[in-house]
């Protein structure tokens, strides 16, 4: 093993004791240092990072998503040597649009579950059900929905444990009697359906597995198709990931309807939904004109009464 290997070895350990995850990271970086390997290079410089993020067949958000990973692990070596170069930031210009979230009514999340009918098999269709349901109710990501295990469940008190979150940090979420009611239901019909699962996860796949990400999202296309959804535009597309915003935008909503002041809340709903900050969460809520509007219309009636 290179000496290259041994120091991003070392560079994976430390980051994710940080709380990152790094699982792309760490494989990019091992193709960047089997290109180096290759061309008989041992140090990290400008002009090789920029010819393996040119490589063939990438996309302007491909070649920055491997630029920023390789510049996070050049200032590391850097600093244990600094013949190792940082590429600079802009060696490859890209401005990738972010996604405008897709913000699904009730109406939509009803269709959506009572889609799982076309799926085949009564657990699956059990299994869909409730996770759509549990994701709009809660704001979860789909990656700490499918990650659930049946000890995170206190369906005694109402309240779900997120563990092994994206930021490395574990929550309890409270939950509603009307969502205990539909988790204790799920889980009779499930352990009748399948009374011997190969998992302790709470959401079960047909086979009596955990489910996969991957056919969480491919399931979801099928549902989403079915139902008629369309593309708002060309950046609002209905992704499964859109039933979190859709949670965290229906909730600051709520708050305005009822005449409560959403700004000290904010740090609540960022809790609940495992933000690091709360600035993260304000970035959700800009997709929604109706939300815009009640919060000019509180700001006007404040203007108003100080003047």
Sequence with gaps: M??????????????????????????????????LEGRGERVVTIENTLAWVTLPGGSGSWRAL????????????????????????????????????????????????????????????????????????????????????????????????VRDTKFGKSRELPVHPSTVQALRGYARGRDRLCPEPTTSAVLVSAAGTRLLYCAVHCTFKKLRDHVGLRPRSASCRPRIHDVRHAFAVHTVLDWYRAGLDAQPRMPLLSTYLGHVHPSDSYWYLTAAPELLELAAARLHRTERGRS
């Design 66 to 161: 491997r630029l920023s990973t390789v510049r996070g692990f050049a200032s590391y070596l850097h600093a244990l040597d600094s013949a190792h170069e940082v590429p600079p930031a802009d060696l490859c210009p890209n401005r990738p649009a972010r996604a405008t979230p897709y913000l699904y009514s009730d109406q939509e999340i009803v269709a959506l579950m009572a889609a799982t009918a076309i799926l085949r098999g009564r657990l699956r269709q059990a299994t869909y059900r409730t996770l759509i349901g549990l994701l709009s109710v809660t704001g979860m990501r789909v990656g700490e929905a499918i990650r659930l295990d049946r000890d995170d469940v206190d369906l005694a008190h109402g309240v779900l444990r």
């Design 2 to 35: 290179s000496r290259l290997h041994d120091q991003l070895g070392d560079y994976l350990r430390i980051r994710r004791t940080l709380g990152y995850k790094l699982a792309r990271a760490e494989k990019l970086l091992a193709q960047f240092i089997a290109f």
